[in-house]
């Protein structure tokens, strides 16, 4: 558990001081939609360079979410790019990878310390409910609009079977589709608790095999190409502290 300056800082700066995983519980599509809408936002936008203390807390709770974050703004900064997109919309995918699991501060120790490959009912709910948290932490922070969607649907499916809303392929925004295609590789190519990494090989495999239900497919062959040209990521970038959304910053 958080003590001290650190805590109280997140404390402030989280959801108007708003339990992080409050009312966790197996809800409707619909029962989590008017929840999220409903949250009163805070008085005042923290800037965005705050969120830099939420990584730091991040990191310290969950070592392994901050690396993965940030090796997913790499990717996906990557696909990107090689599907045409330049400028403001690269960025703002850049940031919705390096946010995308900020959601995961909330996550019980016993979640995030899972060894087992299934996860208990409750267990589930509560990680299923991380894109909830992560959207509503950024909704009181100066993050673009088109972040925040990113955040909120990193884990929805084509085929309508994702969470937290079940949105189907034509709902769900661009950037949330790219951040997934490379949260799936990230995955499968790291070693986590419950988890030993595949090859890239193997992974690129496994994304071909979730194409056009899980993953677009378009999205999934252009992010195969980029792998085969340009390989694993392994140097993750800094976190938040050179991103701007006023200036002429770039990432």
């Given at each position: 558990m958080l003590t001290?300056?650190?805590?109280?800082?997140?404390?402030?700066?989280?959801?108007?001081?708003?339990?992080l995983?409050?009312?966790?519980?197996?809800?409707?599509?619909?029962n989590r939609f008017m929840r999220y809408q409903t949250q009163s936002p805070c008085e005042t936008t923290a800037p965005v360079s705050k969120l830099s203390t939420i990584a730091t807390a991040l990191g310290m709770k969950d070592p392994y979410t901050l690396e993965h974050n940030r090796r997913v703004a790499i990717y996906v900064r990557r696909l990107a790019k090689r599907i045409g997109l330049n400028g403001t919309a690269a960025d703002n995918i850049r940031l919705g990878g390096l946010l995308h699991d900020i959601g995961k501060i909330g996550l019980s120790t016993k979640v995030l310390n899972n060894t087992l490959d299934r996860l208990s009912g409750d267990m589930l709910a509560e990680v299923q409910l991380h894109p909830l948290t992560g959207a509503r932490i950024l909704k009181d922070f100066n993050v673009p609009p088109a972040v925040i969607d990113f955040v909120l649907y990193h884990h929805e499916k084509m085929d309508g079977t994702g969470y937290p809303f079940g949105l189907r392929s034509g709902q769900i925004p661009l950037g949330a589709k790219i951040i997934r295609v490379a949260d799936c590789f990230d995955a499968i190519t790291t070693d986590r608790p419950y988890q030993q990494r595949k090859s890239w090989i193997e992974a690129l495999a496994i994304l071909r095999q979730l194409s056009g239900t899980d993953l677009s497919p378009l999205l999934v062959e252009a992010f195969i190409a980029?792998?085969?040209e340009y390989g694993l990521a392994r140097r993750p970038t800094r976190f938040i502290a050179f991103y701007s959304p006023v200036s002429a910053r770039r990432f």
């Open positions: 001290g300056p650190l805590h109280s800082i997140i404390s402030v700066a989280f959801i108007c001081r708003q339990p995983t409050a009312g966790i519980n197996r809800e409707t599509t619909l980029d792998i085969k």
